[in-house]
């Protein structure tokens, strides 16, 4: 991933809908997308180079593809370890601060107008950086980003979820922490790492003080493991969305009566999901390389994802690590209009879901909404947002 913008066009679309729409102009929230996974190879290289770190690779094109290879194993504990390398560069504070204003730089440059960027700031410790050290230091660089962005003309906000590894012992200090910075740019809470095996009750207290204080909570949950994780991350974690969630299709049953009717039957925790409108924060690509849909196959029109959404689920599109996907949020939608035969009028939906499940006060929810609107009503009667760039 680099500082280069890539459209991505949508074909059809509004009062003109021989012309293409460009994806990559329209505004868009992102909520699933970590720092230690959206490094530029460049930046990687230089600051290994600084430090003496070895790299797999010499120059950014094969390091991405090095990435590529790494990360399309299908199973989740193989792709995390390519965080060794991004996060082996991320100990001081001003590789921090670079690192966190690039990644803010990129996602204004994908059209996102809204993102939360989560990561673990117990991972960043090695050089001696406190914890509340490394979470001002990476504040620093979003709002640095942020200022960027708006310099180039375009809107951008962003906050940071403060990640707690469920494999560690930290999960109420790590919560503490994200109270403690909650009025200095952290908006919630998170937890990451390795699922199968760590379900969110090992972190009771952290989840019980985080209600307490009123602290917005997202958890990993229903991508490496399945029913018992969500329902897990439901009640004792107090989730307010689902990072990835689609393993919730494991409570889903469908039957084929005949070639035109399919009746469909929701389970307890599937109802309860929808019901409550608890967002997905789906990422489609991630998802075929972790294996979390490997049950429904292996190809993108296997993901459950436009089930979720033909069945009403609060379905949100993302990223989750675009170095070890080489995506962005635009190449995302344009994935799924391109299998699903989605339109602008879908994209726009996934937006106002992403809008709606934002950790934002409710009338900073409503003023993006409007945003997304006024934006995709521009791209479909045809005034902005079509064609090449």
């Given at each position: ?98 690192i966190a204003r690039e990644f803010v730089q990129d996602l204004g440059a994908d059209g996102v107008v809204y993102g939360e960027i989560r990561w673990a700031p117990e991972q ?266």
């Amino acid at each position: 991933m680099n500082s280069a913008r890539e459209d991505y066009l949508l074909s059809g679309g509004g009062a003109n809908n021989s012309v293409p729409v460009n994806i990559t102009a329209l505004p868009k929230v992102s909520l699933h997308d970590h720092l230690d996974g959206g490094l530029r190879p460049s930046t990687i290289l230089e600051l290994a180079g600084e430090i003496g770190l070895t790299t797999p690779a010499d120059d950014p094109d094969s390091l991405q593809d090095w990435f590529d290879e790494s990360c399309d194993s299908g199973e989740l504990v193989a792709y995390l370890k390519t965080f060794d390398l991004t996060i082996a560069v991320m100990q001081s504070q001003e590789n921090l601060a670079r690192i966190a204003r690039e990644f803010v730089q990129d996602l204004g440059a994908d059209g996102v107008v809204y993102g939360e960027i989560r990561w673990a700031p117990e991972q960043h410790l090695t050089d001696g950086l406190t914890l509340d050290e490394v979470v001002e230091a990476v504040q620093e660089g979003l709002d640095a980003g942020v200022a960027d962005v708006r310099a180039t003309g375009k809107q951008i906000r962003v906050g940071q979820l403060v990640s707690a590894m469920r494999h560690l012992d930290r999960g109420l200090e790590i919560a503490q922490l994200a109270v403690r910075h909650r009025d200095r740019g952290v908006v919630g809470f998170d937890i990451a790492g390795p699922e199968d095996g760590f379900p969110p009750s090992n972190m009771q207290a952290a989840f019980d003080y985080l209600a307490r204080e009123y602290m917005p909570r997202t958890v990993h949950a229903g991508e490496a493991a399945g029913l018992a994780s969500i329902e897990d991350a439901l009640f004792a974690g107090r989730a307010m969305r689902l990072g990835h969630g689609v393993r919730i299709t494991e409570d889903i049953q469908t039957e084929r009566e005949d070639d035109e009717s399919t009746f469909v039957t929701l389970g307890p925790i599937a109802q309860w999901v929808k019901d409550r409108e608890i967002a997905l924060e789906t990422s489609p690509s991630s998802n075929l390389q972790t294996g979390a849909i490997a049950q429904w196959g292996s190809e993108m029109i296997d993901h459950p994802f436009d089930l979720l959404y033909q069945l009403g689920f609060n379905v949100t599109v993302n990223t989750d690590n675009r170095l070890m996907s080489h995506t962005t949020l635009s190449r995302e939608l344009a994935l799924l209009a391109e299998t699903f035969g989605y339109d602008i009028a879908d994209l726009e939906v996934f937006q106002l879901n992403a809008a709606g499940a934002s950790f934002l006060s409710i009338e900073d929810r409503e003023d993006l909404a409007v945003q997304i609107s006024a934006g995709f009503g521009q791209a479909e009667s045809g005034h902005a947002g079509f064609g090449p760039a």
